[in-house]
Structure formats: structure tokens, C-alpha cells
């Protein structure tokens, strides 16, 4: 298995000055099914060898097996066990900062009273100005429930916080936006609408994320029609894009026309949903979906997709994407020579890539390439950037056309950590709400 999919740990053991000590270790770690990363020298005496060694296991279980193989590998003793995972998110992985030192009482008069009041004053007369003298112009809430963490479920708002703490911090290194994560212990449709639209005049946009279907879909849609800022679901429409990017990537590779191919889409929650939707709006036809849920299929019917059994979108259609978050559903038998297959459940896809091109898919991928972080902080910082109230179909097509356009030869979406990807997903986001007039400021674009 790909170690992205194993877990890891960092095991710093003291071997007895012996030789054959570590080259007997390594072969009980991987007698055991573990394998070994790194090996970092610490210490060296004549009595003793520290090593920090990185494993990898299938999971806790088999980690734990690994661990204790290591523990009987005779002159070896464990010193420490490091889950580098956890530490990082010790205390949180963001904090806010002040923008300026307060190291002087002249500066804290201007910083806070008396000064401060002149500004209040202004925004007080003209609320618009709050845009140029506060953190609103760039601050956006990440909200969520809890119920539809990663591939997790319904665990909760508070184990959602580490998510809400990685999006934030990729808004602020990626595109200079200032994330706050907001967790509402509710998952009441209303208290949820009705508690954003409180905080709402505190930020620039909200984002909603990991919010369970199908209420995901009415809490976006009462807070659009209720909030002059714009409101995304990034589950959904942070998906459809990258999606998109990649099947105009993979169509191009091929040689497949995606404006005349059938299109399944496997799975029509929040994630399936939206994807259906951006490419019929794409490519003016319907795209055939499958869902056991009634409502999803009548959902998706409604916005003008056509119901088909899972068998039916195998045998009929040239481009599969699946979001159904079962592994294996996708029996290699099912493939059609000359496919394009998207199995995009983490961690686990509906079918291995290598399975899919061996069985004569031509061609295929997983979760691990089509990730959000390429949609979401662009998308985001463009239309802030244009101060416009909403987020349009075109503008998501737009972003997914540009990410389409910057993907190197080889390849199936851009470098996910490239900042030009992102500056110039958030320059077309911005030209798109002026083209559609709906724009409120002059668009300067955001540079690093």
C-alpha cells in the first residue's frame, strides 16, 4: 500500500554497540509488515547507537505489532515512540497576530483609545469604509457542524476543528486570507442559518464545510438568499471544481471530447451533486447519476441529470467519477476498454487506479489528486478581492478552466502549493464577477 495511506511513526531506539544490531532490527520491522523511512544518527558511543527510525504500518493495530516485534529484537530498546502527526497539532496549528508592536504608549493610543474612536466614528457614518480600516476585508468564517468530516462521518464540531485549522492555515500561506474557524454545536437547519447569519457582518465570505447532506444544501442556499457576501459550500462546489479541472485535463490527454461524452457520476451527495451539475452546466448535456438515496436521485433529476443503475453508467458511459466513499464498489470486470475513471473516495477509492488501467481504462485516478486546496483559497480570494455578493456558476467554471490551463504536460491537476495557481485562479474568479457586473470594488490583484 502507498505510504499517504499508511500511518507513521518515529521511533527512537538505543542498539547495544553490537554489530548486526540494526541490520537484524530492520529485518524484524519488516518481517512484521512495517516498513522503515528515515534513520537519523542521534548518538554514538562505544557502548550504544540512538537512532530516530521512521516507520510505517498499515494501522494503529498493525503499528502496535511492528512496535513490539522492535522491542524483542535482542540489544534493542526503545526509548521513545513520536506520532510527528500529533505533535504538530499540539496547541493548535493557527493563532492570531498582532499586524503591529504595541512598544510604546503613543502607539497604543493610536492602536486603541483615544484614536480608535475615529475610526469607529467613520464606519459608523459609512459602513462601507469598514472594508478599508478593519479585518473584514479579509477575514473569512469556515463553519461547520461536524457531521461530515473527511471520510469520518458525523464525529462532531470539536474533531472537526483540526480540518477547520488546516483550511485556515492554507487561506492565509496560499492567497493572504485570514481563516476563523467556527464550530456550532447544532444540527438544527435553522440554528444554523440563523447563527451565521448573525456573525456574518464580522466577514468578508463564508465557507461552509464538512456539513452533512442533505441539509448541506438548504444552508447554503436560505444563507445565499439571506447575505450580501458570498456563501460556498467547499464539499461541494471546491470539489465539482478540481473535478472539472481534471477531466478537461484527462479528456485532453486522451483525446476524448467532454463535450460529447457520456458522463456517470456514481454517488450524488454533496460532493457528486455538485460535480453533476458543473458539467452539465459545462457541456449542456445531462450526466447520468446513481444513488440508493430517493431523495439524492430526485434531487439530482431536478437539476436535470438522468437516474441509471450503477451497471447501466458502467456499460454506457466514457467517463465515470465516483463518490460514493465504498471501496471497491468498481469491479475491474465493470470497466469499459477506454474509459476515464475518477474514484475519488478517500481513503479508500471505488477502484485502484492500476486496477482500472489493467482491466483497459484509459484513464485513471484517485482522491489523493483531485484535492480541494487547489479550488478553495483562489476561489475565495478572488471574489473578496472583487467585493462581489456571490459566487456564479461561471466563476466556478472559470476557476476549474484555469486550474485545466496550468496543469503541466504529465500531469493531472497543477502543484497544489504553486501560489501562481492560485493568484491566477483568483485573477479569473475576479475578471468574471466584472464581466457579470456584479463587482463592487476595482479589482487589485492579490500578490505575495
Known amino acids: 500500500m502507498a505510504r499517504e495511506h499508511r500511518i507513521m511513526r518515529t521511533v527512537r531506539v538505543r542498539n547495544d554497540q553490537v554489530v548486526g544490531t540494526l541490520a537484524r532490527l530492520l529485518a524484524v520491522i519488516s518481517g512484521a509488515g512495517g516498513s522503515v523511512g528515515g534513520i537519523k544518527l542521534l548518538n554514538d558511543t562505544l557502548h550504544a547507537v540512538v537512532r530516530d527510525i521512521t516507520v510505517y504500518a498499515e494501522d494503529i493495530a498493525h503499528m502496535d505489532h511492528v512496535i513490539e516485534a522492535m522491542r524483542g529484537n535482542p540489544g534493542t530498546h526503545i526509548v521513545e515512540i513520536r506520532d510527528e502527526v500529533l505533535e504538530l497539532h499540539q496547541k493548535g496549528k493557527i493563532a492570531i497576530r498582532s499586524r503591529y508592536r504595541i512598544d510604546s504608549l503613543s502607539t497604543l493610543r493610536r492602536v486603541y483609545t483615544p484614536g480608535v474612536a475615529e475610526v469607529c466614528l467613520k464606519i459608523a457614518e459609512n459602513p462601507a469604509l469598514a472594508r478599508n480600516f478593519t479585518i473584514t476585508s479579509h477575514l473569512i468564517a469556515i463553519v461547520t457542524d461536524g ?9 462532531g464540531p470539536l474533531a472537526g476543528m483540526p480540518v477547520m485549522e488546516g483550511k485556515a492555515m492554507l487561506m492565509e500561506t496560499l492567497v493572504g486570507l485570514s481563516g476563523v474557524p ?31 447532506a442533505p441539509r448541506c444544501f438548504e444552508i447554503e442556499r436560505r444563507l445565499q438568499e439571506r447575505l450580501d457576501i ?18 478537461m485535463v484527462a479528456t485532453r490527454q ?31 448535456n445531462p450526466v447520468f447519476g446513481a ?20 451497471p447501466e453508467i458502467m456499460a454506457r458511459s466514457d467517463i465515470v467519477i465516483a463518490t460514493t466513499g465504498v471501496q471497491g464498489l468498481i469491479k475491474p470486470e465493470m470497466v469499459r476498454k477506454g474509459q476515464i475513471i475518477l474514484a475519488l473516495s478517500n481513503p479508500n477509492p471505488e477502484i485502484d487506479p492500476d486496477e482500472a488501467l489493467a482491466a483497459g481504462a484509459a484513464f485513471a485516478a484517485d482522491g489523493k489528486s483531485v484535492n480541494n486546496v487547489l479550488g478553495f483559497p483562489g476561489i475565495f480570494r478572488g471574489i473578496v478581492d472583487a467585493n462581489a455578493p456571490r459566487i456564479t456558476d461561471e466563476m466556478y467554471l472559470a476557476a476549474a478552466q484555469t486550474l485545466a ?44
Open 405 to 448: 490551463d496550468m496543469t503541466p504536460d504529465g500531469y493531472l491537476v497543477p502543484y497544489p502549493l504553486d501560489k501562481k495557481v492560485h493568484q491566477a485562479v483568483a485573477r479569473a474568479v475576479a475578471e468574471k464577477a466584472i464581466e457579470q457586473g456584479i463587482a463592487r470594488a476595482e479589482y487589485v490583484p492579490y500578490v505575495d
Open 230 to 247: 458570498p456563501v460556498m459550500h467547499d464539499d461541494q462546489h471546491g470539489t465539482a471544481v478540481v473535478t472539472t479541472a481534471a477531466l
Open 254 to 284: 486522451t483525446g476524448t471530447d467532454l463535450n460529447e461524452a457520456v458522463i456517470g457520476q456514481i454517488g450524488l451527495g454533496a460532493a457528486g451533486n455538485a460535480i453533476g451539475r458543473m458539467l452539465m452546466r459545462l457541456t449542456g
Open 291 to 310: 444513488d440508493l438515496s430517493e431523495d439524492s436521485r430526485k434531487r439530482f433529476q431536478e437539476l436535470g441529470g438522468k437516474i441509471a443503475a450503477l
Open 147 to 155: 457531521t461530515a468530516v473527511l471520510g469520518l462521518g458525523d464525529i
Open 182 to 212: 467556527i464550530l456550532l454545536d447544532t444540527k438544527d437547519t435553522d440554528e444554523i442559518v440563523e447563527t451565521v447569519a448573525n456573525i456574518a457582518l464580522t466577514f468578508a465570505a463564508i465557507q461552509l464545510e464538512d456539513i452533512s
